[in-house]
């Protein structure tokens, strides 16, 4: 028998004490099993929480339906709440926004929901169930001339790391915290990180404005795993996090982000001594598993080989940094020393995501071995991110954002997306700009891909300028049997070849064909069909036995998801017992956004962002 609680924990509704009950208005609810409570948790909870569980039933509307489910009684409240506060994600807007259905401004009678939000964090006890906290957005600063002319900090981002601080220190379990503000962070915050021993992920976002701030000398933390530091620009004055990244020992992800003003106006400003020289002096060599940059403008430094281990290296990413042949402004003497002196091979690589091809990075991946992933970026960004970097900013006073972008929304990809002033916020090569050399160096690339990587590969996108021929799918095929993921370019002729190969890619489950930005003729052959049409005729394919594993087809920007053969006998059968519903053979295909693809790696990684 199921196991029961007293029934006086479901008749009182938090919000009002139970009036509601009491009072014979809907409020609480009948007492249920343990294992039914365990379900509704599971079920508001698994997605808000991103714990990837596969579940039966579409998902509620994450952090709304939680917030409610706590208040439904107080059995729920006291299993939900922790699950409520364990991620925390503010956004600051420097202007006041207006309500659409209402017409009033947030936070009419109090202060910013930022600010409320931060109060709570004060007075409330539930900082002890925050596992993650990030604060991200813009930040209104006053009297900057007259703070400036006097060397202080204006007293808004003086108050503002004072309150964080005090809200860090009362976080026991804190493991991941990212400062996103366009305000610098200031000491205070910094040496409050420091002291938290559960700390495990740190994001920090330095400002792209050249005021004066104090510059700290950042130390390191004792269980610091993941680092990433967004929008260097040493003209900036960006802290110092060279002992940081030296005497973090647990350290084992590392992400750089450079402003892309360097690379835009030909300023070798950076040095990469200034953060990793220490690493040199402690004679100590770095055990970083995840590498990427981004924007990174500086001569090659070939000390580096003695920071990192190199047996150590399983993922590197690097983007729209070392320019490759597809430029045709022609390399500059800064990228041409990377060239001049290529570092030794990653014997234990298991994973490269560049945009940039030339043949000094194919003749790289030649002298390695056993890659399992391979994203190379488009030269253009997609349009499903490039229309989320183009959403209304801050600076916009006269618009209104929509309700969608609340302090509760979460950023595509847990990354910023503010507009100018955005991680992904760069100058990629336009699709007009002359792809120099590319497809010259197509066949060394796949010559280099089948004899060194292919039978260990298992996800592979390719340059959609790239458009492969029959022969070439064919032999694709066969070097690489064990994929899972493929993304290539491929014209409307050899559609019919693909069919035919794959049944010999027995593992693959997600294809996805690159539409050619070189050419839009292309697109819009695809455009004149409707989604209907594309639904029956995989539907009809989808049938077939090689299609048994191919679970998402894209074609340029449309989705469409296949259904499990398996899963679609089970509908036909439900539906021949009771004789309700109708289950046709278009059930096996239907069209999704790109939303619904945005964690597959083929759609996810080809993007300009980290």
């Not at 005021?211 to 950042?218: D, F, S």
């Not at 990228?335 to 234990?348: A, E, G, I, V, Y």
């Not at 340059?463 to 290539?488: H, S």
């Amino acid at each position: 028998m199921s196991a029961y609680i007293n029934r006086n924990g479901f008749d009182d509704s938090v919000r009002n004490n139970g009036r509601d009950a009491r009072e014979g208005r809907g409020g609480g609810m009948g007492p249920l099993p343990l294992h039914i409570l365990a379900m509704i948790v599971n079920y508001v909870c698994a997605r808000f929480l991103s714990l990837g569980l596969e579940l039966k039933y579409p998902q509620l509307d994450e952090a709304g339906d939680l917030a409610r489910t706590c208040r439904t009684c107080r059995v729920l409240h006291y299993m939900t709440l922790p699950q409520l506060y364990t991620k925390i994600s503010l956004h600051s807007y420097s202007y006041i926004r207006y309500s659409k259905t209402q017409g009033r401004p947030e936070g009419h009678g109090g202060a910013s929901p930022f600010s409320m939000a931060l109060n709570t964090l004060v007075t409330r006890n539930v900082v002890g169930y925050v596992k993650s906290f990030r604060l991200w957005g813009s930040w209104k600063e006053h009297d900057l001339e007259e703070c400036a002319a006097v060397g202080r900090v204006p007293d808004d981002s003086m108050l503002l790391n004072c309150l964080v601080r005090a809200i860090i220190d009362r976080m026991p379990v804190l493991e991941s915290f990212s400062w996103e503000l366009d305000t610098k962070m200031l000491s205070t915050v910094w040496h409050g990180l420091v002291s938290k021993t559960t700390l495990k992920s740190l994001t920090v976002k330095f400002p792209n404005k050249r005021e004066q701030r104090p510059i700290l000398l950042v130390p390191p933390m004792v269980n610091l795993e993941s680092l990433r530091i967004l929008d260097i620009d040493p003209l900036c004055h960006p802290d110092d996090v060279s002992l940081l990244i030296a005497d973090s020992k647990k350290l084992r992800e590392l992400k750089l982000f450079f402003s892309p003003r360097m690379r835009d106006e030909r300023e070798p400003s950076i040095n990469l001594h200034a953060y990793f020289g220490k690493c040199r002096l402690t004679e100590r060599k770095l055990i970083i598993r995840s590498l990427g940059f981004l924007n990174l403008y500086a001569a090659a430094d070939s000390g580096l080989e003695s920071v990192f281990d190199m047996s150590e290296m399983h993922e590197i990413t690097f983007l729209n940094s070392v320019e490759g042949v597809e430029y045709s402004r022609g390399f500059s003497f800064i990228d041409q020393s990377w060239m001049l002196s290529p570092p030794k091979p990653f014997p234990n690589i298991k994973m490269v995501r560049n945009n940039n091809i030339s043949k000094f990075q194919c003749t790289m991946m030649g002298r390695t071995t056993g890659l399992e992933r391979l994203y190379m970026v488009g030269q253009q960004q997609p349009k499903w991110l490039t229309g989320l970097n183009g959403q209304t900013t801050e600076n916009d006073q006269g618009k209104t954002p929509d309700s969608t972008a609340d302090g509760g929304s979460e950023p595509h990809n847990g990354l910023l997306l503010d507009g100018k002033n955005s991680i992904v916020a760069m100058t990629p090569p336009t699709p007009n700009e002359s792809y120099i050399g590319g497809t010259e160096l197509m066949k060394d690339y796949l010559d280099t891909i089948y004899k060194c990587h292919g039978s260990t590969l298992r996800h592979l996108l390719l340059k959609p300028q790239w458009r492969l021929t029959a022969d070439e799918l064919a032999r694709l095929v066969r070097n690489c049997p064990n994929l899972e993921q493929l993304g290539v370019g491929v014209e409307f002729g050899e559609f019919r070849v693909l069919k035919l190969l794959l049944p010999f890619l027995p593992k693959l489950w997600a294809i996805r064909i690159l539409e050619n930005p070189l050419d839009s003729t292309w697109t819009t052959r695809i455009g004149r069909k409707s989604g209907k049409w594309h639904e029956e005729k995989i539907s009809q394919e989808s049938v077939r036995s090689e299609w048994k594993t191919v679970r998402w087809v894209g074609l340029g920007n449309y989705v469409y998801e296949i259904k499990h053969v398996n899963a679609f006998i089970a509908d036909l059968q439900a539906a021949g017992d009771d004789g309700s519903e109708e289950v046709s053979c278009e059930s096996l295909c239907k069209e999704r956004s790109l939303d619904d693809v945005k964690d597959i790696e083929i759609w996810k990684l080809d993007s300009m962002a980290l």
